[in-house]
Structures are given as structure tokens and as C-alpha cells.
């Protein structure tokens, strides 16, 4: 968890860098329904999580910026965002023994890989332009 915590600080502080809150200035809904989003994920999960109660708030916290962050660079990379959120909430769930979608690890798995691939070529683009 520490190792992809560092790695959501690299995508905030890129996300930032490169104007990621005038973005979000113009859509000043999307950093609500963000916080809303990880409010109710921290209090869906928190009595199941017991000792790891902490690490997954602040973690998720984390992960929750990278999402919102990304979404101040538009669709492609703000899909990106959401669907590494989508991803880890569903590791979250079964942290927490709540109720997952069938064949939950292939769903983990493809949300990662596309919210990566978002992600890196949405960059890729903007580096381009």
C-alpha cells in the first residue's frame, strides 16, 4: 500500500504541476462529488477494516486526489482516475468483506489496466500537444 501511496503522490504532484486545479476551477462540482465519493467509501469500509482502518483512509484519500486531480486534465485521463479509484475500491471491499462483483479479481484487474492505460496515454497526449 505504501509503494502505490507514493505512487499516487508522483500522479497529484504531476496532475497539479501541470494545471490540474484551473481544470478543476472550471468544474468546481467535480472536487465535491469526490470528496462525497471517498466520505462514503471510508464509512462503507471502516467496520470492516479493523486494524487497517487508518492506512485505507489515508490511502484511499490518496487515491481519491489522483482521481480528482486527473479529472482537472479532461475525459480520457480523468476516466483514468476514476477507474483506478473503481479499481482499488473494489480491493477495498474485500478488505472489508463486503459484497464484490463476480469474478471480482478479473474486474480488478481489467479496471486497472485500462485506468492505467488512460492514464499513460493521456499524458503521452498532452505531452505531445
Same mark, same amino acid.
Given at each position: 500500500? @505504501?509503494?502505490?501511496?507514493?505512487?499516487?503522490?508522483?500522479?497529484?504532484?504531476? &496532475?497539479?504541476?501541470?494545471?490540474?486545479?484551473?481544470?478543476?476551477?472550471?468544474?468546481? /462540482?467535480?472536487?465535491?462529488?469526490? %470528496?462525497?465519493?471517498?466520505?462514503?467509501?471510508? &464509512?462503507? =469500509?471502516?467496520?470492516?477494516?479493523?486494524?487497517? +482502518?487508518?492506512? /485505507?483512509?489515508?490511502? *484511499?484519500?490518496?487515491?481519491?486526489? #489522483?482521481?480528482? #486531480? %486527473? %479529472?482537472?486534465?479532461?475525459?480520457?485521463?480523468?476516466?483514468?482516475?476514476?477507474? &483506478?479509484?473503481? *479499481?482499488?475500491?473494489?480491493? @477495498?471491499?474485500?478488505?472489508?468483506? =463486503?459484497? +464484490?462483483?463476480?469474478? !471480482?479479481?478479473? /474486474? /480488478?484487474? #481489467? #479496471?486497472?489496466?485500462?485506468?492505467?492505460?488512460?492514464?499513460? *496515454?493521456?499524458?503521452? !497526449?498532452?505531452?505531445?500537444?
Amino acid at each position: 500500500m @505504501a509503494l502505490f501511496a507514493g505512487a499516487h503522490v508522483c500522479y497529484v504532484t504531476y &496532475f497539479v504541476r501541470e494545471g490540474a486545479l484551473d481544470g478543476l476551477r472550471r468544474r468546481p /462540482v467535480v472536487p465535491v462529488i469526490y %470528496a462525497v465519493i471517498w466520505a462514503g467509501l471510508v &464509512f462503507s =469500509l471502516w467496520p470492516g477494516l479493523g486494524d487497517l +482502518r487508518l492506512p /485505507v483512509a489515508g490511502y *484511499s484519500l490518496l487515491l481519491t486526489a #489522483t482521481a480528482m #486531480t %486527473a %479529472a482537472g486534465h479532461g475525459l480520457r485521463i480523468g476516466a483514468g482516475g476514476a477507474l &483506478f479509484l473503481l *479499481s482499488d475500491t473494489l480491493i @477495498a471491499f474485500d478488505l472489508a468483506d =463486503l459484497p +464484490r462483483p463476480p469474478m !471480482n479479481g478479473l /474486474v /480488478v484487474m #481489467t #479496471t486497472y489496466i485500462a485506468a492505467q492505460y488512460l492514464l499513460a *496515454s493521456g499524458i503521452v !497526449n498532452r505531452l505531445r500537444s
